[in-house]
């Protein structure tokens, strides 16, 4: 993969504050077909983006032009959870998010997003809906994402840290990804595979 | 002496190769199963990065999300499906790893072949890029989903990197009322701690009730740790255990079979040790259950109604209303009686020997309802021949029900069967997210028996009055 990192992010955000969102609506089963990680972008939330007849519809977020330059995806509590595929985390990317901000989250797909480069950061309940009521009062509103200090800020100076673990912190910031240390431990893991055979 | 430790613990220190400060556990995979839908990427990465899999006995794939149920001898028509199957032949023979394609008497769903060849054991590590990976932690092992990229991590290099999760213990005790079965249980649990109420935790089931139960019924509860958040579930292995791997395919033989059984004795969870979280149910509490909504947290006992907006918490009433307009249904309404369109019996948590056994012997002798469809696919090749050789064919056959070639099929309606927009099923499967059968499908999760009686009936139905 290329050496993508994240470190600092302002940018605008999309609003969905529907708690639970699941898997199989951030990128439904039947676009699960492509054999690369390109172009999931295109049905990321299918379902609610899109009619039947493939025409837009009106009053998704994503078709609000409004939000166009997003960034940052803000949702509700428990985002992403349901099925494993790592094509949920591609299609985010793919659209071009570099942040979910949510108040809570599924454990596969934060650790799906952090392996592409998307940051999960999740914040307080009552900071969600601080969020969620800034979007509302100004759509065109900036909101600092900084990994270094852990910390998201909006446009009216309101602030909140959030966790990352510091490996995961460092491979963001740095553009590493796992295979690269476990590579580096392969004659550990040889003895133990020899021993455990 | 050493202090208390859970299974859980036990299982996982014995697979750690690296502890590093400031790195998450590598932990070394045991056993790694692949399918065509989350593989592709992760053997293109193997390839850029110019390596090999690290050892291609530990990794065993099969060919079980895109493909038909119907005629699964010819070509698979769909163009994307049909590419995606091809390509993982062409990765597995490029990397010399063992494929279960279809046509071969070894294919079926991931999750239902591994425990049914013997290659899903007890104190093992188990992951495949697909979340109910967790069915395996019947058997007493460590088995969860993993995304694509941690695929590749194990094909390059048998391990992946994570942290510890919590534990809890979920104890079951008492009996099951008539009527009650594994799918009931997990169901009832999922509705009481909700759809992310056991996230960050590593689950283990005990109690008498479990210990009562066959490996297809922990089977089925271990798979849907997952809806409740929980990266997975896992029972300790008894006798039960070990008499179902005995004699399997990949299963130790002989001697070596004794000696392993000596070992996996010895995997429990000792007593005093501590979990995060405890939780106590009492077998006599669960009703046969059913789903109203579209998260698997959102069911009920099949006695009770849907819940009334006062019930809802006030940051929970938009998404409630969203889902309940999604099915087509009203605060307070009884489920029985509903009319339903479609029947599927199938998927990783309901399609073994033993729920088509379950089902055939309630339809025996009766038809199914006019206007509804039904479906039953089994989990396996293997698991349509035994039902072949007892003659439940010929049982579903006489009732009007499809017995197709197996697959994932419309647990997630990725090759063609599909539930139609608007139209209610009743599934045995584990998802009722929106649009999980098909595009503005409607799910009602329940069990394999539950399902039998809204197939002959044509509607929801409370299974303690017909069995
Ligand atoms: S049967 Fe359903 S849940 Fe199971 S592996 Fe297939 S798609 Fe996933």
């Known amino acids: 993969m290329s050496k993508e990192t994240f470190t600092k992010l302002t940018a605008t955000a999309a609003p969905l504050p529907i708690e639970n969102i699941d898997t199989d609506q951030i990128i439904p089963a039947r676009f699960l077909k492509a054999t690369t990680r390109e172009g999931f972008g295109d049905n990321l939330f299918r379902d609610w983006r899109y009619n039947a007849d493939d025409t837009p519809k009106a009053d998704f977020v994503l078709n609000n032009l409004t939000y166009a330059d997003a960034r940052i995806l803000v949702a509700g509590k428990n985002f992403g959870m349901g099925s494993s595929r790592e094509h949920a985390a591609w299609a985010i990317h793919d659209y071009g998010f570099k942040v979910v901000i949510s108040s809570f989250f599924a454990d596969i797909f934060k650790n799906n997003a952090l392996n592409n480069f998307v940051l999960p950061a999740q914040v307080s309940d009552a900071f969600l809906a601080e969020i969620f009521k800034a979007i509302d009062a100004d759509p065109h509103t900036l909101i600092t994402v900084d990994l270094a200090n852990q910390t998201i800020t909006l446009a009216n100076g309101l602030s909140e840290s959030f966790d990352i673990n510091t490996y995961k912190k460092t491979c963001l910031m740095n553009g590493y990804d796992d295979i690269d240390y476990l590579l580096s431990l392969k004659e550990d893991i040889k003895q133990f595979d020899l021993a455990h055979a | ?467």
């Open chain 2, 1 to 467: 002496m050493s202090t208390p430790t859970t299974l859980f613990d036990k299982i996982w220190d014995a697979h750690v190769v690296k502890r590093a400060e400031g790195h998450p556990d590598a932990l070394f995979i045991d056993r790694h199963f692949i399918h065509e839908v989350t593989s592709p990427q992760a053997f293109d990465g193997l390839r850029k990065r110019g390596i090999s899999v690290f050892n291609i006995g530990r990794t065993t794939a099969t060919a079980d999300h895109n493909v038909p149920t119907k005629d699964q001898h010819l070509p698979i028509k769909e163009a994307l499906s049909r590419h995606q199957v091809e390509t993982l032949r062409k990765n597995c023979a490029d990397f010399g790893i063992e494929l279960y394609d279809l046509g071969h008497p070894f294919q079926g769903i991931v999750h239902i072949i591994g425990p049914e060849l013997g290659l899903t054991q007890p104190g093992m590590t188990i992951v495949c890029g697909d979340s109910h990976t967790s069915t395996h932690g019947a058997f007493g092992n460590i088995a969860f989903g993993i995304g694509t990229s941690e695929v590749e991590q194990v094909l390059a290099t048998q391990c992946i990197l994570q942290y510890k999760p919590k534990r809890m213990r979920i104890s079951i005790n008492g009996k099951l009322g008539k009527g009650v079965t594994s799918k009931d249980i997990i169901l009832y649990i999922i509705s009481k701690i909700s759809a992310s109420g056991a996230t960050g935790y590593f689950v283990e089931y005990a109690g008498d009730t479990i210990e009562s139960l066959s490996m297809e019924a922990r089977m089925t509860i271990c798979n849907m740790s997952i809806e409740m958040g929980a990266r997975g579930g896992l029972i300790a292995p008894d006798e039960t255990t070990f008499n179902y791997i005995r004699g399997r395919r990949f299963a130790p033989q002989g001697e070596a079979f004794d000696k392993a059984v000596e070992t996996w004795r010895t995997l429990k969870t000792d007593e005093g040790a501590t979990f995060d979280r405890e939780l106590n149910i009492n077998a006599e509490d669960i009703e046969p259950m059913i789903t109203y909504g579209t998260n698997p947290g959102m069911g009920i006992g099949i006695s009770h109604q849907v819940p009334n907006l006062s019930d809802i918490p006030e940051s929970e009433l938009a998404s409630y209303t969203k889902s309940l307009a999604y099915m087509g249904l009203e605060p307070g309404m009884d489920l029985v009686g509903k009319p339903v369109d479609y029947v599927f019996i199938g998927s990783c948590t309901n399609a073994r020997i033993e729920d088509l056994r379950q089902v055939a012997e309630f339809v025996k002798g009766k038809q199914k309802a006019d206007g509804v469809e039904v479906w039953i696919v089994p989990g396996s090749v293997q698991v349509a021949n035994q039902a072949k050789a007892e003659g439940l064919d010929k049982v579903f056959a006489a009732a009007g029900f499809e017995l197709r070639d197996p697959g994932c099929s419309a647990c997630l309606g990725m090759n063609e069967d599909k539930i139609p927009a608007g139209k209610y099923c009743v599934s045995t499967s584990n998802r009722n997210f929106e649009g999980r059968q098909g595009p503005q499908s409607r799910t009602f999760l329940a069990s394999p028996l539950t399902a039998a009686v809204a197939a002959v009936t044509g509607k929801v139905q409370d299974v303690r009055e017909f069995v």
